[in-house]
């Protein structure tokens, strides 16, 4: 990279001796943009719903805060609701089982079991883990791409989130996210897990 740059400034540099200019006027100026132009800043990267690079309402760059879980916490505790289609609920609740080292169900599980797939999402964004997860649900509430039987009286729901490079507003990378819940009565559900996967529904 560097070596092109020493090609360029020295190409305007003879262009400038042509024309009568001094070199430095014209190479000096250059050497900080190209250096910039080529890096990203952790900032300008963000997780979103849309491949618009700018987040839509489901989209945001921090999730809104969410119900606290201490270790006695009850399993039922409403940590988030995410309203969906045709006014649909889907809770995200403490889950459990209370005071297990392997929860099979809630916020205490995606914890557990998949707290570190969304923190590689994070990584070289300026959103946590969380934020991550909560625009993963959210997004699959309001719009998903596929959704079907999980069997064990479960549904499940999918849909695909950019990774948007909010300088040049290009998509830098896609990832099918994922949701498991099941039916509680009058429209609401509870979401069981949630978390990255390969492929929808």
Not at 68 to 80: D, I, L, P, Q
Not at 143 to 156: F, L, R, S, T, V
Not at 169 to 196: C, E, H, L, M, W
Request: glycine share 8%; aromatic share 6%.
């Amino acid at each position: 990279m560097f070596s092109v740059q020493r090609a360029l400034i020295a190409a305007l540099a003879t262009a400038a001796a042509t024309l009568g200019m001094t070199s430095p006027a014209v190479a000096a100026p250059l050497v900080p943009v190209l250096a910039s132009s080529t890096s990203t800043a952790e900032s300008d990267l963000v997780w979103a719903n849309e491949p618009t690079g700018v987040p839509g309402p489901a989209g945001t760059l921090a999730a809104p805060p969410w119900g606290a879980c201490g270790n006695s916490t009850e399993e039922n505790k409403v940590v988030r609701t995410f309203s969906g289609t045709s006014r649909r609920l889907w809770t995200l609740r403490c889950g459990g089982p209370l005071h297990s080292s392997t929860p099979s169900w809630g916020y205490r599980h995606i914890l557990w079991r998949h707290l570190g797939d969304f923190e590689r999402m994070a990584a070289g964004t300026n959103q946590n883990w969380r934020d991550i997860a909560d625009l993963s649900m959210d997004s699959i509430a309001k719009d998903p791409d596929a959704w079907g039987d999980a069997g064990g009286g479960k549904d499940c729901r999918s849909r695909l989130i950019y990774l948007i490079n909010t300088s040049n507003g290009q998509v830098v990378r896609t990832q099918i996210v994922k949701q498991i819940s099941v039916f509680k009565g009058a429209n609401t559900s509870d979401i069981i897990t949630a978390y990255p996967a390969s492929a929808q529904c």
